[in-house]
């Protein structure tokens, strides 16, 4: 493929490649999305329809949405950090599966870069995917803790 | 399609928007079915998705004041909401914007990194403080994000006579080809420690009001930094998408995460959005731009009224 001159017109956009590893990132956060998206709809559908019992009846729902967090969690019984996976057998709760994956597709996404970055011997970035992933990990560890 | 036609199918969309706020705004019939506000709420969330993509804004910024100011659920809940829905936006529409070039990744790591670490503490911050004040605080920033709409300027191609000295150690450059033009476009940014800097205080925004953070994004990126708009606006997606991963996580640690509220969100913003993306051709950019505005400076006065007391 002939190079492009930087500033020529009428460039065919397939002409320009863009960096391996931001090809590589596109690919796995794609796939990462699609499939959050897909199971966080078809777990909502089923809780929604009743489907799966959730562990707050629909129609308590309308009295606890308007409580602050901590209250929500006393009147509800629920745990905090990640206490929810003991109920995950639960409709309401199973939706916490599917947004943990799309909280956590940038990890997966990013640690598929560090062997691209350290093959290029670029270890700048590859320490800087390493730091991003370990501010992703840190966040969902729910070690950080506050509340009202 | 002629200016006066799509100005109307524009004002018909801001009236659809306003219609289940309105609905929402009034008290809660007794006896009202369970299902009412998720309905509302995912009609709400389906306009908010239309308008945000020709008004450039992303729906999370609509939906906290709108979502926070007219319906019944706690501004926890509907924070928490707000970031998935920025989150799921952010995700979907990274991969082709990366694959374009207008994303880069390069640009949005190392100011990804210092505003997604921020965010931890913004959002920890924005559980922590009495709900009054967060709403006063978001009012404030509504408003001011409605001045920052109405006023900025912004630049397609701003000029960067040379690369400083980090972004030269980071190799903070790219190119892409202009699908208006079919120009070849090469860019490189300057004052990189600035705009470092400034991403640390947008990610604190962005955890404590989970309003996403694409308002300040851009600017910091074109006006500040120097990329050119479309790669502001592309990569601005792509550290949306780490800064709200991050700032998510600590919202479904602490429980608030109510997925009859956050899950209806989402998918009636990411069905919106692919039809105001089709209608991006076809709706005034510019008069749509100036309803949003409308609608957030009142979301933005309910907010800062609701938190006053004075209009509880």
Not at chain 2, 232 to 242: C, I, K, P, Q, R
């Amino acid at each position: 493929m002939m190079p492009v001159e930087p500033g020529a017109l009428a460039v065919e956009p397939r002409s320009i490649t863009q960096p391996p590893e931001q090809l590589r990132y596109a690919r796995w956060l794609e796939w990462g999305t699609r499939f959050g998206l897909a199971l966080l709809i078809v777990v909502f559908l089923a809780y929604g329809v009743g489907l799966v019992e959730p562990h707050v009846p629909h129609s308590r729902l309308p009295e606890v949405w308007n409580l602050p967090v901590s209250q929500f969690l006393v009147a509800t019984g629920l745990p905090d950090g990640w206490g929810w996976l003991r109920h995950a057998h639960r409709g309401d709760i199973a939706n916490l599966i599917g947004i943990g994956l799309l909280a956590g597709a940038s990890v997966l996404a990013l640690l598929a870069l560090v062997p691209l970055y350290l093959r290029q011997g670029n270890r700048l970035y590859a320490g800087l995917c390493v730091a991003e992933v370990a501010v992703l990990l840190l966040a969902a560890s729910g070690l950080l803790t506050a509340g009202h | 399609m002629p200016r006066h036609r799509a100005a109307a199918a524009a004002a018909c969309l801001l009236t659809l928007l306003a219609a289940p706020a309105q609905a929402a705004a009034a008290a809660a019939p007794a006896g009202a079915p369970w299902w009412l506000w998720p309905a509302l709420l995912f009609a709400a969330c389906f306009v908010m998705g239309i308008v945000a993509v020709p008004a450039g804004i992303g729906g999370g910024t609509l939906f906290v004041p709108i979502v926070g100011g007219f319906f019944p659920f706690h501004l926890d809940f509907v924070r928490g909401a707000g970031l998935l829905v920025a989150l799921a936006s952010a995700l979907a529409a990274a991969p082709m914007l990366l694959r374009g070039g207008l994303a880069s990744l390069r640009l949005a790591l190392p100011l990804a990194l210092l505003a997604s670490a921020s965010s931890i503490g913004g959002a920890l911050l924005g559980l922590a403080l009495p709900v009054s004040v967060v709403q006063t605080a978001l009012g404030l920033i509504v408003l001011g994000i409605v001045a920052l709409m109405a006023v900025s300027k912004k630049s397609e191609f701003p000029v960067v006579t040379a690369p400083d000295r980090l972004s030269t150690a980071l190799a903070l450059h790219g190119v892409f080809v202009d699908g208006a033009t079919r120009r070849r476009v090469d860019w490189q940014v300057h004052r990189s420690a600035t705009g470092l800097v400034v991403f640390l205080g947008i990610g604190v925004l962005a955890g404590m009001f989970g309003i996403g953070a694409g308002w300040a994004n851009v600017p910091a990126l074109n006006l500040l930094m120097g990329a050119p708009l479309k790669v502001s606006a592309g990569t601005s997606g792509l550290v949306l998408s780490l800064v709200d991963s991050s700032a998510a996580w600590v919202y479904v640690n602490k429980g608030a995460v109510l997925p009859m509220i956050a899950v209806p969100s989402v998918i009636g913003m990411m069905l919106g959005a692919k039809i105001g993306a089709r209608l991006l051709d076809v709706l005034k950019g510019s008069v749509i731009r100036r309803m949003v505005i409308g609608v957030l400076l009142f979301a933005g006065m309910r907010a800062l009224l609701k938190g006053t007391g004075v209009w509880p």
